[in-house]
């Protein structure tokens, strides 16, 4: 077959083209140098990484923001179980109240959590934060934008951070594995990596230590838009918190955890109890007490001619002005207003640290008439824990102050606060802390806000059989021993949607707690000590009284005397009870009990409260205390390894250094 | 021209002292060479020729000048690493090179013929769906557990897509096996490289080559399954068996068996209502090549049609609903001189793909599936009033029938275009040897598919209402036709430089060189992300220096210096070095004098590293060394915005890396009849990418890392081995010749990021890479007293006849926590082909057969869970057979019926936990033994048409996948682990006429 071509020699072009090709083949070569063309900085230099944050001052402080974002809203006292992680079990599960529904916070009283399912595991979210304030330490000194003093607060929130988060873990584990300040690389070999739990003390040390450098580095006093941050005042706070915890007989000189050592053989709970421990924590006391810059929150005594004012103070309470008396305030108001929003925060000076407090767990207070479903059930010992209003203990009281009879008379105390005539007279004449606190059978509940038509203001809340805090239509909504906590309800608020409600803060440390653990440290040191910034404190009986009694005079009670604070066997209990009743429901109790090793008798005491099944018309069988245990919610237990919460299985299954805590 | 007297076009002229001066013969295979002086000697060589030098005495003379062609085997050319032509004779790494005669047979796409023929590939067909039907495979199996184990595939220098490739246009292919030959592809070379040439045009006069074929297929094998009458009467027994009531009365069975109640007692065998007795397939195929001094070309055009085996009601629509793959294959390969020393090339590929599916999907899944779960009793085709049917609204619960005919089209299109410019320069003007390269590649593809979407209202009946009408429930609306489409493009660009050096010293050194470079970009609209769909690049650089010695002693350096994007700035590149030694003993004279049967005996040995940088196989997770920042709330501080990690960046990210030792023996005995290569492989895989496990929770990290944390190895053996023999001493188109190959892959995982487990046989290290893991199976309990002695199961309730398990740790329960590793994978390890073929002149039969073994699977799903739905969940006719089953002697009425051995366990009705769990009860094995393909062709030489320009025409008739022998009986070994969900693999004969004109 023909085909096309020809062959012709006449187009040959030599050696031109030749020495063309060899230059475009060396062009070729050098089409680009090697990592430039695979360099992809032009699609991702315009992005954040995580070098520029170090750069800006802006982007420096949204770093820390987003560290802080880590740490837990503790304002629940359910945890947060309506939503959001779960947090802490010191909420539900103190011995104050019972509510009857498995919470992840309660299940512990049930002995319902297991290494497999703890409900609560912040321990991931605490390490990450902990790696952030050492990406923050390691990296800061890169930023020129920051001048000198916001580069001091800016470390020292990162401090603050390091410190609370492995604060947070403590608390709720005890010993945790300290990791070096520089986070690991993260391609590191695993077994770097795992650390095991350092001994208690060794935790408590870093922890002081954090937020002794974040004490130095903050600054005293914020701007109010700065409000809800650390300051120097908040360091202090929580190193003062972690020394008492760590003084206390959970941790110091325990024996019960004498076979529990960690992999050289060192005990993790000390075996020898140190007293040095709470000279320590009252030294931190101490210090925060000399800034100067904390007092108890007060209000100044109301008088009007229509006798609805400030209550008379006691007989058995100093009139001397605050501090040396309560003569100047109106002690119901002055507590109260700590937690009811009536004040701005700013304001506050018993505010050392302080969040916006989350109302998803109103519900539970409020009773059913008004929008809730009054579960928040307070047991019958907290109740009486409450004393009389001229300071006696309920327990004093006469058989007519004890009696369910009606009083009568209704009245109103501190312009706002009314009393029903139908209210017992056991509920009546207590410490202005109770009517700030609880909510009782016949007690009224303004909810002045109320827009509406219906007559919901004003209401007086009965918790009988037929009572209108009770949800005819599920009998499992209702309260169960007759008594609820109100202390986050100012009286305007109703839950209803044609109403407002006060925003309310909630206080992480506020100065009460300052001047009752320095009290309690105090009773509890020996002799002299010095601390290493320099503060002197010694066992010194007129110190404990002249703060423990500041305590008292604002809530309107008679101060403890000298032979009271003499007597360390009495001041312990004093102390403790105190503690009791200033913090109720803060989500204090729950490490209160652990600490002072108080909570196998706490807990294993059954669940005593009114007789919620009697109706309005038996009013004596209603006020009939009785114990309570139909359901399992009312039969809670505490067991030694309850003191310290298992570690999650998920967790330890990565580290294979982790021992698990005793008893799980 | 050459010895049968025909004229060669192109053989190249030149005079020896004068090297400058040359010519090519044209089409009658004359030349003119002026400037010849008388006492020179011309040089004639072609290729595929051997050389013939003329001493020329005088200028005048006329010669016919005749060049033998070139049968030594010892100068058999190889196509390795970087595309470069190297004698096979000095090829020191593991290479298996492809002759395209053996691989003639119609099948759709390379990566069908490789199994069985190839030694060092492990392939796996699980599906005959048109269009889906294409092999995976593996060079030397599986070593890696990481992203992509799959190889490089490498068409003419230009990564590519084997399945769209028509293999009609391929020239030859090679299979790179150990480091040393894939070293130069970097971190793309880990699994290997599959090197594809395509045919050029040869100077001489027009060769067109046409090719017909059409075929025909069916499914030999699928799953039986049972009557109405069968199946009501077994829901009985299975309910009855544990204790319930029967579910059908009397009166339902009379109804199924006599028919008369269609609608709420129909008898249905979807497999009938769906499927085709047979299927056709069509191919066409024509090129033409040829050329001259100046340019030579090869263009063809391929067409190919399949059609799938459903049977489509054409009477309901006026489109094709029918799933159906149509391919069109253009090609156009075109050399020119520009000058003697210059040839520019152009390659034009053009694929297009169409695909047509029913509108429900473009997954055929759904149909097969619908069979093993509807059952023939659950709903009738069409109920009788004409609505649509269907038990649930899952695809799988309607109508296959309504799946097929009723639910619109869907169409999809794929282009793709590939131009490959390439000029390459000769420069032995400045030394001789030397030569370089310059090749630019521009491939774009799109992809479309476009829908006409729609569905009746689907109904169920329930029951009939007092007039005797049907009461039909509405289990989903009617939904009207509606469009939609969906697009997707891409782009690559690849530019490739390389200088070449290939020199002979003294008769005694061959030393070759190679410098060689490529940069590649990639991207394509799929990825939608910001960081996804940053463009992929690679730059490399290789270099490889070869050096033997008298061709007996030989030894190559390979290094390859490459980088791609997705490692950060100063870790991109890495050096990878292979060496490879090779002695070829047969060289000595000592050694030809005392075994003068030995032909060629090499011994070869490599080692290297290579390396594999991808993260995952659909590319999601890239660039994971980059800390990534996003805004978080600023939590109780209450101070403004918050920002953190999103993305924990992870330090010190680089390849995967695989050392590779090889070591192998290529021998020929007795004149070259007997061929044999062995190779011994060991890979050792480390570094595989795994996104951190079991990473403390202490060290804080937002995102968990990816790290090179993992580690395997494989090792194996493969090889092939030939032996020929002439019938016929002087007529070489006589004589029959047997093939053998053998591939045997096998790994273990070293270390693998894993959490802490409770047992030691629950980690993943120390095992194959994907072994099967289940319980262990005791037989079936006998009775009552078995069960109350015996460990609690915690998978349900169970009753004598259910399967009984062992209680591997101990602990008195049988759960989840004694899954053990079993055996073996789904991917065999070990895959062999035996084939012959017999030449008597003009006829030719070639037999191959291809198995492999070490392979299970589990069989479970529908197909072995009668009644899993209660109402759905069909009955194999094999677990109908009363003695393959348990069956209780209330039932039976004999005792001997509670067969602990049976093969299937008891039945309930609903579907039991306790049966359908994994274990070695159900694990299967699924080796086999497959005639692959027989071919007989007849090649027909007729003068009479010669006239006419036809030179020869080859008749073909071709059978594939003609008999598997395996344990599996009822589904194709290949594919039985997806348990009858998958399209069969098609049983096809095939009818071809190849012409040459």
Same mark, same amino acid.
């Given at each position: ?664 | ?598 032909? %060629?005996?090499? $011994? /070869? &040995?490599? @080692?290297?590293?290579?390396? *594999?940088?991808? +993260? ?118 006589? %004589?029959?010749? $047997? /093939? &053998?190959? @053998?591939?045997?892959?096998? *790994?273990?995982? +070293? ?247």
């Amino acid at each position: 077959m023909k085909v096309m071509n020809k062959i012709s020699n006449n187009n040959r072009i030599k050696t031109p083209l030749s020495v063309f090709s060899v230059i475009m083949f060396l062009a070729f070569l050098t089409f680009s140098s090697c990592e430039d063309y695979l360099d992809i900085d032009k699609y991702v230099y315009d992005q954040t990484t995580i070098d520029s944050i170090f750069l800006s001052k802006t982007r420096t402080e949204q770093y820390i923001n987003g560290a802080a974002a880590l740490l837990f809203n503790e304002s629940l006292l359910t945890g947060t179980d309506w939503g959001g992680g779960v947090t802490l079990p010191s909420g539900s599960g103190a011995d104050e109240a019972i509510i009857p529904f498995m919470l992840n916070g309660n299940r512990i009283l049930y002995d319902e959590i297991t290494e497999t399912d703890t409900k609560i595991n912040p321990w991931s979210i605490c390490y990450k934060g902990i790696r952030k304030a050492n990406i923050i330490l390691a990296n800061i000194h890169k930023n020129q934008e920051l001048t000198e003093m916001e580069s001091r607060d800016f470390r020292g929130r990162a401090y603050f951070l390091r410190a609370y988060f492995y604060f947070y873990l403590v608390r709720l584990y005890g010993p945790v594995p300290i990791l070096p300040d520089v986070a690991f690389d993260t391609d590191v070999d695993v077994a770097e990596a795992s650390i095991e739990r350092s001994p208690y003390d060794q935790c408590v040390e870093k922890i002081c230590s954090d937020f002794e450098e974040a004490a130095g580095l903050l600054p005293l006093e914020r701007i109010e838009t700065e409000q809800y941050m650390p300051t120097k005042g908040a360091a202090l706070a929580f190193k003062a918190r972690i020394q008492l915890y760590a003084a206390s007989p959970l941790f110091n000189g325990n024996l019960y955890y004498s076979d529990w050592k960690n992999s050289e053989g060192v005990p993790f709970i000390s075996q020898v109890e140190d007293k040095n421990k709470w000279a320590k924590a009252a030294a931190t006391f101490k210090r925060i007490i000399d800034l100067n810059t904390y007092k108890l929150q007060t209000v100044a005594k109301m008088v009007n001619d229509k006798g609805t004012g400030t209550l008379p103070l006691p007989g058995t309470v100093p009139s001397a002005n605050f501090p040396y008396g309560a003569g100047d305030i109106d002690p119901y108001k002055s507590y109260r207003s700590i937690f009811d929003g009536t004040y701005q925060a700013f304001s506050i000076k018993e505010y050392i640290y302080y969040a916006n407090r989350s109302d998803s767990d109103d519900r539970l207070y409020f009773p059913s008439v008004i929008g809730g479903n009054a579960t928040f059930s307070v047991t019958q010992d907290m109740i009486d824990a409450y004393r009389m209003a001229d300071g006696r203990n309920y327990s004093e009281a006469t058989e007519a102050e004890r009696s369910y009879e009606a009083v009568g008379t209704s009245s109103t105390f501190s312009l706002e606060y009314p009393l029903s005539a139908n209210r017992a007279h056991r509920d009546d004449n207590r410490e202005p802390r109770y009517y700030a606190t609880i909510g009782f059978n016949h007690c009224i509940w303004p909810g002045t806000s109320f827009r509406g038509t219906e007559n919901l203001k004003n209401c007086e809340i009965t918790y009988y059989a037929d009572g209108n805090a009770i949800n005819a239509s599920d009998n499992n909504h209702r309260n169960r021993t007759g008594y609820t906590c109100r202390k986050y309800i100012h009286q305007e608020d109703i839950q209803h949607w044609n109403s407002t409600k006060k925003s309310k803060i909630w206080p992480l440390a506020r100065y009460a707690e300052v001047l009752l653990g320095y009290a309690e440290a105090l009773n509890e040191m020996e002799g002299s000590y010095t601390d290493e910034s320099g503060v002197t404190v010694t066992k010194n009986v007129d110190e404990m009284i002249k703060y423990f009694n500041q305590v008292r005079y604002r809530a309107g009670q008679p101060g403890i005397t000298t032979a009271d604070a003499s007597d360390y066997n009495k001041m312990k209990e004093i102390v403790k009870h105190e503690w009791q009743i200033e913090f109720a429901f803060e989500s204090r109790r729950y490490w209160d009990l652990r600490r002072w090793k108080d909570a196998y008798d706490a807990y294993n005491k059954p669940i005593i409260g009114l007789d919620v099944s009697a109706k309005t018309t038996q009013r004596a069988q209603f006020y009939t205390t009785r114990v309570w245990n139909t359901e399992i919610y009312m039969k809670r237990m505490f067991s030694n390894k309850m003191y310290l919460w298992p570690i999650d299985r998920n967790v330890l299954q990565k580290n294979g250094k982790l021992v698990q805590n005793p008893g799980w | 021209m050459d010895e049968k007297g025909e004229a060669l076009v192109g053989v190249s002229v030149s005079i020896k002292e004068n090297p400058g001066n040359g010519t090519i013969t044209d089409a009658d295979g004359r030349f003119k060479l002026s400037g010849i002086k008388s006492k020179q000697t011309l040089v004639f060589s072609y290729i595929g020729f051997e050389s013939q030098e003329l001493f020329l005495r005088s200028t005048n003379e006329r010669m016919r000048i005749v060049l033998k062609e070139n049968v030594n085997m010892m100068d058999e050319v190889i196509i390795t690493s970087s595309g470069k032509i190297q004698k096979k004779i000095n090829v020191t790494g593991a290479i298996t090179s492809v002759e395209m005669r053996e691989l003639k047979v119609p099948a759709t796409s390379i990566s069908n013929m490789l199994g069985g023929r190839v030694p060092g590939i492990i392939s796996v067909n699980r599906s005959g769906e048109p269009g889906k039907d294409f092999s995976e495979f593996w060079i030397r199996g599986i070593s890696t557990f990481g992203a992509g184990s799959s190889a490089l595939i490498l068409i003419d220098g230009i990564e590519g897509n084997l399945n769209t490739l028509d293999p009609e246009d391929i020239e030859s292919f090679s299979i790179l096996k150990d480091a040393s030959s894939t070293a130069v592809y970097g971190v793309r070379g880990a699994n290997g490289v599959v090197l594809v040439t395509t045919k050029k045009g040869k100077a001489g006069k027009l060769d067109i080559r046409v090719k017909v074929n059409s075929g025909i297929s069916y499914s030999p094998r699928m799953p039986e399954y049972v009557s109405a009458t069968d199946y009501a009467t077994l829901a009985n027994e299975a309910s009855v068996t544990r204790g319930g009531i029967p579910i059908y009365s009397e009166v339902d069975l009379a109804l199924f068996s006599n028919h008369l109640d269609p609608d709420l007692h129909p008898d249905v065998n979807w497999r009938d209502v769906i499927l085709k007795d047979y299927t056709w397939n069509q191919q066409y195929f024509l090129n033409a090549s040829g050329g001259g001094q100046i340019a030579r070309y090869y263009i063809s055009a391929g067409y190919l049609n399949k059609e799938a085996i459903f049977k489509q009601d054409k009477g309901l629509n006026r489109y094709d609903t029918n799933v159906n793959y149509n391919k069109f294959n253009f090609r156009a390969n075109v050399d020119v001189n520009l000058t003697e020393t210059t040839t520019l090339s152009l390659n034009e590929e053009s694929v297009i793909t169409t695909q047509n599916y029913p509108g429900y999907g473009d997954d055929t899944g759904a149909l097969w599936e619908a069979q093993a779960n509807l059952t023939p009793v659950t709903v009738p085709i069409l109920y009788s009033t004409g609505e649509a049917p269907g038990y649930g609204t899952g695809k799988n619960t309607v109508s296959p029938y309504v799946l097929l005919n009723m639910t619109g089209y869907r169409k999809s299109y794929t282009n793709n275009n590939k131009i490959t410019m390439q000029l390459a320069q000769k420069l032995d003007m400045l030394t001789e040897g030397l030569s370089i390269m310059g090749l630019i590649n521009l491939d774009t593809s799109s992809w479309m598919w476009q829908a006409r979407e729609k569905s009746p209202a689907i109904y169920y009946a329930d029951g009939r209402a007092r007039d005797g009408s049907l009461n039909l429930v509405k289990k989903q609306e009617s939904i009207e036709s509606f469009y939609s489409n969906s697009t997707q493009s891409d782009r690559k660009y690849y530019y490739e430089g390389r200088i070449n050096y290939e020199r002979v010293f003294d008769k005694l050194h061959r030393v070759g060189g190679l410098i060689h470079a490529y940069w590649s970009d990639y991207e394509s609209s799929k990825y939608k992300t910001a960081l996804t769909a940053i463009p992929k690049r690679y730059n490399s650089y290789a270099s490889r220096l070869s050096y033997s010695y008298a061709d007996t002693y030989m030894a190559e350096f390979n290094v390859g210096y490459t980088g791609s994007e997705a490692f950060e700035q100063g870790k991109k590149f890495g050096w990878f070095p292979a060496v490879s030694f090779g002695w070829t003993p047969s060289q000595y004279d000592f050694m030809q004098k005392a075994l003068p049967f030995l032909d %060629y005996l090499k $011994f /070869r &040995a490599s @080692y290297g590293i290579v390396g *594999n940088d991808r +993260l995952t196989w659909d590319d999601s997770v890239r660039f994971p060394y980059l800390t990534l920042i996003g805004s978080s709330g600023s939590g109780q501080w209450n101070n403004g915005q918050g920002i953190t990690e999103t993305q924990v960046g992870s330090s010190n990210l680089r390849w995967e890396k695989a050392t590779k030792y090889n070591l192998g023996i290529d021998l020929r005995l007795w004149g070259e009849r007997f061929d044999a290569t062995v190779d011994i492989f060991k890979d050792v895989r480390s570094g595989i990418y795994q996104q951190r496990q079991s990473v403390p929770e202490e060290m804080g990290l937002v995102t968990l890392p990816w790290a090179n944390v993992g580690k395997m190895k494989s090792w194996g053996i493969d090889g092939h081995l030939s032996y020929t023999q002439p019938l016929d001493p002087i007529d070489k188109s006589k %004589y029959i010749t $047997f /093939r &053998a190959n @053998y591939t045997q892959s096998r *790994n273990e995982i +070293l270390e693998y990021e894993e959490d802490i487990k409770k047992y030691p046989y629950q980690s993943a290290v120390g095992y194959q890479s994907g072994i099967n893991r289940g319980l262990m199976s005791l037989g079936l309990f006998r009775d009552e007293y078995d069960i109350q002695n015996s460990p609690k199961q915690e998978f349900g309730n169970y009753l004598p006849g259910d399967i009984k398990y062992k209680d591997v740790n101990g602990d008195g329960v049988v759960n989840s926590d004694d899954n053990i590793p079993l055996q073996y994978s789904g991917t065999p390890q070990i895959q062999y082909g035996f084939a012959t073929e017999f030449n008597w002149k003009n006829l030719n039969v070639s037999i191959l057969l291809e198995g492999v073994s070490r392979v299970k699977y589990f069989r479970g799903g529908n197909m072995y869970n009668p009644f899993s739905g209660r109402d759905t969940g069909n009955v194999i006719t094999d677990y109908a057979n009363p003695n393959n089953r348990w069956i209780s002697a209330e039932i039976s009425g004999n005792p001997t019926t509670e067969n602990p051995n049976a093969k299937y366990p008891r039945l309930y009705y609903g579907g039991s936990w306790n049966n359908s769990v994994n274990s070695t009860f159900w694990l299967q094995d699924g080796s086999y033994l497959r005639l692959k393909n027989v071919q007989i062709s007849y090649t027909a030489k007729i003068k009479a048409l010669q006239k006419f320009g036809l030179q020869s025409a080859i008749v073909s008739l071709i059978g594939e996948n003609l008999a598997v022998w395996s344990k599996e009986k009822m589904l194709d070994p290949s594919q039985a682990m997806y348990n009858g969900t998958k399209y069969p693999i098609q049983r096809v004969y095939t009818i071809q006429l190849n012409l040459s004109f």
